[in-house]
């Protein structure tokens, strides 16, 4: 599967963005889909996954509460909304596609990955 990444830009502090990744190929709605950041000088992190059904949506705790992932499998597209950004939210957001079951935190558990969109909270 291929991914595309989009929607990110600059918001100021408080705001909200929505990131979209689009997926080409049929089997789309058998993986399991999570979100990455990585800021300047620092490794790639979680952000959060949901499962193939999206029945199950893990979050890391850095942003739970703040950002809610879903996934339209007829769209073969992904969303992270984001709201209540803060400055630390900077970073470039990656989507990423799992083939695995369960849940996965670490980058080497994907599969696939999309090529990044930039997000930047300004304070």
């Known amino acids: 599967v291929q991914l595309q990444a989009s929607g990110g830009g600059l918001v100021q502090a408080g705001g909200s963005l929505r990131l979209s990744c689009a997926a080409s190929g049929r089997t789309f709605s058998s993986y399991a889909m999570g979100w990455f950041r990585q800021a300047p000088g620092k490794e790639r992190e979680f952000v959060s996954q949901i499962s193939w059904s999206g029945a199950r949506t893990y979050y890391a705790d850095s942003v739970k509460g703040r950002f809610t992932i879903s996934r339209d499998n007829a769209k073969n597209t992904v969303y992270l909304q984001m709201n209540s950004l803060k400055p630390e939210d900077t970073a470039v957001y990656y989507c990423?596609?799992?083939?695995?079951?369960?849940?996965?935190?670490?980058?080497?558990?994907?599969?696939?990955w999309g090529q990044g969109t930039q997000v930047t909270v300004s304070s």
């Open positions: 990423a596609a799992r083939s695995g079951s369960g849940y996965a935190v670490i980058s080497t558990a994907y599969d696939c």
